[in-house]
């Protein structure tokens, strides 16, 4: 199944984390240092934007953990994260520019066709299945059977060679 | 290990590892990798591959009957998942019954018999 995961996918996974766990430790240094607090009574520190950068980076931890294995919600909480966050450096341009650019980024790589194939979002490519049952086709398969098969002469599927009759359409074989 | 056998359909060990590959990759979250010319080793991960079993199955052709053996690698945590899926594979791709015509084994799920073409 790793074998498998883009390497974009196993980057963010892998920012994400360390960024969740950076952002935690962070957070919590901040709101247990008692001038932050003093800061906070006189206004002059939202501590409110601590609060959410914290809610931000454990949130983080169980996204970059189903990005890493490829869980199908992750997707739409990765794409749904990031464009808030491109809604936010929207709001603070030209200051946002540089995030707004990462963050279409993002965006645009979580919609590739083998992205999606990684999360099992629909409407991706589905996973490589062998020719056993290939799509009847009217014309030649572009392909030589493997080694011992043939095509049916109806359904153009696969067959062993030596089957006089198709098991999966009953078309009798030259 | 395992053993299991089947009658003969066709001695095309091609197609039969064809049909096992097929079952094995309509489960979810397996790789299949095709071993020589009559195995085929299948791996299942979880926790992002921190957790792998590995079950190879290995055809032998003797007589009417194909042999069909299983060997598995558990998990580190002493799952074994890539077994069970494979037990379910093979038993899926390769269980037989009789043409009701020319009595001849075809396969569970063929539609047609491939001898004598009767539905």
Redesign the interface.
């Known amino acids: 199944?790793?074998?498998?995961?883009p390497l974009g996918v196993t980057i963010l996974a892998i920012l994400m984390a360390i960024g969740g766990i950076l952002g935690i430790i962070g957070a919590i240094q901040i709101l247990t240092n008692p001038w932050i607090r003093i800061a906070a009574a006189l206004r002059a520190v939202n501590i409110g934007l601590i609060y959410f950068s914290l809610l931000l980076s454990i949130v983080a931890l169980p996204i970059a953990?189903g990005f890493?294995?490829g869980l199908t919600w992750s997707w739409y909480a990765g794409l749904a994260v990031s464009g808030l966050s491109a809604i936010t450096n929207l709001l603070q341009l030209p200051g946002g520019i540089l995030g707004l650019i990462i963050d279409a980024v993002v965006i645009y790589y979580l919609l590739q066709p083998n992205v999606k194939e990684w999360f099992?979002v629909m409407g991706g490519p589905t996973?490589?299945?062998?020719s056993?049952?290939a799509k009847p086709s009217t014309s030649e398969p572009s392909s030589t059977p493997?080694?011992?098969?043939k095509f049916c002469v109806t359904c153009r599927r696969?067959?062993?060679?030596?089957?006089?009759?198709?098991?999966?359409?009953?078309a009798?074989q030259p | 290990m395992s053993q299991v056998s089947f009658p003969v359909v066709?001695?095309?060990i091609?197609?039969m590892l064809?049909?096992l590959?097929?079952n094995l990759?309509?489960m979810?979250?397996?790789?299949v990798i095709r071993q020589g010319n009559s195995a085929v080793e299948v791996t299942?991960?979880a926790?992002?591959?921190l957790l792998k079993s590995k079950a190879t199955v290995t055809l032998n052709l003797s007589g009417n009957y194909y042999f069909v053996s299983i060997t598995s690698t558990p998990s580190p945590l002493g799952g074994n998942e890539a077994l069970n899926y494979a037990n379910v594979a093979v038993q899926r791709a390769f269980s037989t019954k009789q043409c009701n015509n020319c009595k001849k084994f075809?396969?569970l799920d063929?539609?047609?018999?491939?001898?004598?073409?009767q539905?």
Do not use: H
């Open positions: 199944m790793s074998e498998n995961r953990y890493w294995t099992k996973l490589p299945e062998i056993l049952q493997p080694p011992g098969m696969a067959i062993p060679s030596s089957n006089v009759y198709c098991p999966y359409c009953g009798k | 066709t001695k095309n091609n197609y064809m049909r590959e097929k990759r309509s979810p979250g397996l790789q299942a991960s926790l992002g591959g075809i396969f063929d539609k047609y018999c491939m001898f004598c073409g539905k």
